[in-house]
């Protein structure tokens, strides 16, 4: 992940950036990372990188490691392109937010969906009125198994926060997004049934479902398994209902299909978007999109759609639902 960040400021901002450090235990990262930032000075530890003459830092480790890093540096006074999640605990989201409130700086979270047209073009269509009033979400991910990380981090719950805290806050956030209105309540079920790395309590899910509702009213679902399409073939179906009409996503061709209630429509109204595919990661838009609005915010000295205070819920979302889990109630979210 840190090698793609590198990847696309030095192609996409190459007048703007100059990557002038990193940092990184994994070795075959660094030496690709070096192969397009020469210049780039290599640091042993995160402190030493810190403390160098930078305008900003570009945060991708491991999700337990977030917050802390956080700190530092924007006491350091950088500005901070920090990987989501916003913490693997509700203590280290309120942590990140109150800091946040606290400095002048831009602190923007990597929910890099937002940034794509495809998932923007959702939201116009939604706030423009075109399938009423909202009344459902959904979300349904069938895929494969986590990458291999380090020492298996992605693998404990305590480090990762569980599957849904890694892998999902990013659909909890656009469904917010869309939506307008914060999460109020979630119930999840969830077991690890094939994809078992870990021995002992702490191996995350690899199958949930969840069922939340909205301060708003509005009420929505997801489906999650990591043991089912296998790359390239992996599904993420994403939709919003109203009580005029839906829309869906047809993600492998950058399509919004739209229905009208009563319509008759024999086929689905046809939303052609342009947009990048994403950045190896499928269904992953916005990743581009993203980088070049870090900058342009840095620039011109103004708040990202990322900001923590936007993003936060998404990742308390996440909690609660891995929380509802282990606690087999519904749980809800302050």
Known sequence: ???????????LCPDEVEISALCSSNQANIKRALEIAPKAKLCRTEAELIKQPLDAIVVSTPNFTHVELALKILKAGKHLFLEKPCGVTKEECQTLLQASKKTDRILMIGHELRYSPYFQKIKQLADAGEIGKPKMVWCREFRGPFQKKSKNWIQDDRKSGGSLVDKNCHHFDLMNWWIGSRPKRVCAFGHNAVNRVLKGPHQVNDHVTMSFEYANGVIGTHHLCLFALDFPQEDLEMGIIGDKGLLQTRISQIEILQWKRGAKQKEPIIHSVEA????????????????????????????????????????LMAIAGEESIKRRAIVEIK
């Open 1 to 11: 992940m840190g090698f793609s960040h590198v990847n696309s400021m030095v192609k």
């Open 276 to 315: 990048r595919q994403g950045e190896g990661w499928g269904s992953h838009l916005g990743f581009d999109e993203i980088h070049t609005e870090f900058v342009n915010c840095i620039l011109e000295k103004r708040q990202p759609l990322t900001t923590v205070k936007n993003c936060v819920d998404a990742t």
